[in-house]
T-cell receptor, first 114, second 114 residues
Framework: GDSVTQTEGPVTVSESESLIINCTYSATSIAYPNLFWYVRYPGEGLQLLLKVITAGQKGSSRGFEATYNKETTSFHLQKASVQESDSAVYYCALGDSSNYQLIWGSGTKLIIKP | NSKVIQTPRYLVKGQGQKAKMRCIPEKGHPVVFWYQQNKNNEFKFLINFQNQEVLQQIDMTEKRFSAECPSNSPCSLEIQSSEAGDSALYLC????????????FGEGSRLIVV
């Protein structure tokens, strides 16, 4: 079936260090998967961080980037130097472009140590 | 700040009571979703609408849950007879028809069934 697996949290990283949150997907019934990272900051609603709809492309936003890798079925989220304000819960999601459905990972809580 | 407005932010209901949540989608977004997010951060899709018409819904939604998106009024999700297992964060999201699976979320309504 279709599924998303991401790094189990919480993940703790010191400020200015690099970050990677792994996301792998299975899209057996989706012909043209779209891939997303959403983020929920403390006290705020879930919001889109970045999305990529074409395999091989990279998306980036707020210093984060993720590459849609069809060969490894991965969409890992990376940032070279995290800030305290990056503390949040990050969700990887898989979309089916033929309908509006999203399949969600279980979320990764990121804690940044000052 | 979210442009999708959900009310109330919190509601506490006894088992067997009705629980009703409302959502005003972002202006110009004809597609509206309801998700249930449990304490393990897992998302469960409940129902979605395009304008006033139901696009998809799961079995649970057909039985104890009811939802509507009337024209010129907020969308709503109602649980007819709340159960302890319904305690969760209920998320409303909206989307344009041409944005693929990009969803814009409200901050959610947290239901506690005691």
């Amino acid at each position: 079936g279709d599924s998303v697996t991401q790094t189990e949290g919480p993940v703790t990283v010191s400020e200015s260090e690099s970050l990677i949150i792994n996301c792998t997907y299975s899209a057996t019934s989706i012909a043209y998967p779209n891939l997303f990272w959403y983020v929920r900051y403390p006290g705020e609603g879930l919001q889109l961080l970045l999305k990529v709809i074409t395999a091989g492309q990279k998306g980036s936003s707020r210093g984060f980037e993720a590459t849609y890798n069809k060969e490894t079925t991965s969409f890992h989220l990376q940032k070279a130097s995290v800030q305290e304000s990056d503390s949040a819960v990050y969700y990887c999601a898989l979309g089916d472009s033929s309908n509006y459905q999203l399949i969600w990972g279980s979320g990764t809580k990121l804690i940044i140590k000052p | 700040n979210s442009k999708v407005i959900q009310t109330p932010r919190y509601l506490v209901k006894g088992q067997g009571q009705k629980a009703k949540m409302r959502c005003i989608p972002e202006k110009g977004h004809p597609v509206v979703f309801w998700y249930q997010q449990n304490k393990n951060n897992e998302f469960k899709f409940l129902i979605n609408f395009q304008n006033q018409e139901v696009l998809q819904q799961i079995d649970m939604t057909e039985k104890r849950f009811s939802a509507e998106c009337p024209s010129n009024s907020p969308c709503s999700l109602e649980i007819q007879s709340s159960e302890a297992g319904d305690s969760a964060l209920y998320l409303c999201a909206s989307s344009r028809t041409d944005s693929g699976n990009t969803l814009y979320f409200g901050e959610g309504s947290r239901l506690i069934v005691v």
